[in-house]
């Protein structure tokens, strides 16, 4: 193998797996086509190294383009070899790793190209809900390499050399640089989870294999953690989303997804008692459209490998907004749609639930299996203030304010949800990590049985 030409597609690989680990496959293939003098020239792999290795001593596969043969260029053979690496990784129920660096369909292989292209669209979808597939993109991921990335379940991508897009920038009419195919529009689309230099984006993708299983049918038994698991979290409800996931995890993990899309509402992964555990998190007291569609996101990835999810809402409605009410019914029904339909432990903490926004995220009416709410927790329709003003609209302000505290006792407190059976319990805020560990690990065996049907449709 030349190595000159390869020694960034294969210095990612060995900086992104274990010292020594990585084995190559089908160093030796070369493209078939003969047109355009391609038979001449020296096309190391096709352009793409393909192999297995292992993170942490787990076992991973991996390819990567190498942008100086033909760009990096996607041809028949290089199809192949990426089609047959899928071929092994679902074999053995092994996650796959993408490093992208594409500059699309390699145009001398016409229609060969295309479909080659076409079958790693095909073994990608047999993969999804499998083996997870995590991509990261180092240079271009133009045109179908835009789509192919899109298939993966968390995509990284280089901050300032990385350039993913379906027309090239120059091509989009209107548009006047190549702002929109960086890694900042990107994220702020909701493709990219995370962006950041070479270094740390292989740093990250080692970081979330490690809270991943292999496949979904890994039912591994949680790491073991020196973390007090009844240690207390005191103040947890005045702290940001973020700060509040790291503060209830063990030793502080906490992997954010999807950071620069929705604003007010935060995914990712933590570890409670050694377990991985999906998280959403309200940061905002509205949701917008974009968060629903994250929240769902990753409850159905959590749901298709066994992940529980951990939800900690505090919501006063949907954003009120033109561009919120154009999508928020369909975003909401999808979110909905993922709770109603999801198998594994579901624990909801409230802060607040106000309206079917609230209902939404992780009510107990939609299936989650451990409710808990604050004690100062407000959850009904409407906020008591609106609500008394609906009610009782002849009467002046005093009495709107009186007829509030009254309802606010009566139909939107903890206590009258709990009454009803909406909460299994009202915790302190400091308890929260201990209560959320014994209920995940009472639900730890946890089986749904779901009527008899191909798949949903929403």
């Known amino acids: 193998m030349d190595n000159q030409s390869t020694s960034s597609a294969m210095g990612r690989i060995r900086s992104l797996l274990d010292e020594s680990s990585f084995v190559e496959i089908g160093a030796l293939v070369r493209a078939r086509s003969t047109d355009f003098n391609l038979a001449e020239k020296k096309l190391p792999s096709d352009g793409v190294i393909t192999g297995y290795g292992t993170i942490s001593g787990r076992l991973v596969y991996v390819y990567s383009q190498d942008s100086a043969v033909l760009g990096g260029s996607v041809g028949e053979m290089h199809g192949k070899k990426i089609a ?13 790793i993408e490093l992208i660096d594409c500059s699309g369909l390699r145009l001398q292989e016409a229609s060969d190209s295309l479909f080659g292209m076409g079958r790693i669209y095909r073994k990608k979808t047999a993969a999804s809900g499998v083996i997870p597939q995590l991509s990261a993109v180092f240079g271009s991921s133009g045109g179908g390499m835009a789509v192919l990335t899109a298939l993966s379940d968390f995509v990284f991508m280089e901050k300032e050399k990385g350039r993913l897009f379906v027309n090239a920038p120059d091509a989009v009419l209107g548009n006047k640089d190549d702002r929109i195919a960086m890694a900042e529009a990107q994220e ?29 049918e890994d039912y591994a038994e949680p790491e073991g953690t020196e973390d007090d698991l009844n240690r207390s979290v005191s103040g947890i409800e005045n702290l940001s989303a973020p700060d509040a996931l790291r503060l209830l995890s063990d030793d502080g993990v906490f992997f954010r997804t999807k950071r620069g899309y929705a604003p007010d509402l935060v995914t990712g992964f933590l570890r409670l008692n050694g377990q991985t555990v999906g998280a959403v998190m309200t940061e905002e007291k509205s949701l917008s459209w974009k968060g629903a569609e994250q929240a769902a996101g990753l409850i159905r990835f959590c749901d298709a490998y066994e992940i529980p999810v951990l939800t900690i809402v505090n919501t006063e409605g949907y954003r009120n907004d033109g561009c919120t009410e154009k999508h928020m019914a369909k975003a909401a029904a999808r979110l909905a749609y993922a709770y109603a ?21 992780g009510s107990k ?33 005093e009495s709107i304010q009186r007829q509030a505290t009254e309802l606010g006792k009566t139909q939107n407190s903890a206590q009258a949800a709990a009454e009803r059976g909406y909460l299994d319990d009202i915790i302190l805020p400091e308890e929260t990590r201990q209560r959320v560990i014994a209920a995940l690990d009472m639900l730890y065996t946890k089986t749904v049985s779901s009527p008899d049907k191909k798949h949903g449709t929403v």
Request: hydrophobic share 45%; net charge negative.
């Open 84 to 96: 047959t690496l899928y071929d092994m990784a679902m074999k053995m129920g092994a996650p796959l």
């Open 188 to 216: 702020e689309n909701g493709l990219v989870d995370f962006s950041g230099s070479e270094e740390e984006i292989l740093g990250k993708l080692r970081e979330l294999f490690s809270l991943l299983p292999s496949n979904n």
């Open 341 to 361: 339909n999801a198998s594994v432990p579901l624990v909801t903490v409230i802060r607040n639930a106000i309206g079917t926004a609230g209902l939404g995220l």
């Open 365 to 397: 009416a939609l299936g989650a299996d451990i409710v808990y709410a604050y004690p100062d927790a407000r959850i009904g329709i409407l906020n008591e203030e609106k609500s008394a003003e609906l009610l009782f609209p002849d009467s002046d302000r």
